[in-house]
């Protein structure tokens, strides 16, 4: 069970990294757009198109990651302080009854949305250049698919926990400062120093 959640975080992990390229594509495209709209008069017809496609693109792909970093928005002002097989218990429940139907709902509809995309070599009707849509379409039972596996990964991080009594360790490349201020102020309490 832990070598399935380590090769599904690993999985996430280069999927993650791989698509965060996108934020580099779009700041570039914006820049470019800005530089020849207002400075050459001669605004191109892609640049709008090419962000909110590399933006989705984005947005589909980080949700495994963030779910395997465990980097997800949630109000854990009681949560923090139940014990972690409480946590545990809690977290088992609401990925069964919500992530999982949740991701294959993703995963099914997106399929269809796919295939019938790709049957039409559909194209943005709202774009001048034309953009074609099918591969973004693609992306969403990719994402369905990647968030089924790490949810599955998830669960089984809950079951070692409720053996064990304690979390598993999570693959960490990013921290958020105000969780690393929090790790800094709680080894400063375990060596008996002043926290400010």
């Known amino acids: 069970m832990e070598r ?36 050459l008069r001669a605004p191109t017809t892609w640049a709008f198109d090419m962000s909110y496609m590399m933006y989705g693109a984005l947005f589909l792909m980080a949700g495994a990651y963030t779910l395997s970093r465990n980097g997800h928005v949630r109000g854990d002002v009681i949560y923090r302080l139940w014990p972690p097989r409480v946590q545990a218990s809690v977290d088992l429940v609401l990925y ?19 295939r019938r995309s790709w049957q039409q070599w559909e194209v943005s009707i709202y774009s001048p250049a034309g953009m074609p849509v099918y591969p973004m379409k693609t992306l ?17 991080r809950c079951l070692l926990c409720l053996r064990d ?22 080894a400063m309490r375990a060596r008996g120093e002043t926290v400010r």
């Open 4 to 39: 399935f959640v380590r090769t599904v975080d690993k999985l996430n992990l280069w999927v993650g990294h791989s698509f965060a390229w996108t934020i580099l594509i779009l700041t570039f495209g914006g820049a470019y757009e800005v530089f020849v709209r207002y400075l």
């Open 96 to 114: 069964l009854l919500f992530l999982l139907p949740g991701s294959a709902a993703l995963l099914y509809s997106g399929w269809t949305f796919a």
């Open 140 to 156: 969403i039972p990719i994402a369905g698919l990647l968030l089924l596996l790490q949810g599955t990964a998830e669960i089984c």
């Open 165 to 186: 009594g304690r979390w598993p360790r999570r693959l960490h490349d990013v921290e958020e400062l105000e969780s690393a201020i929090l790790h800094e102020q709680e």
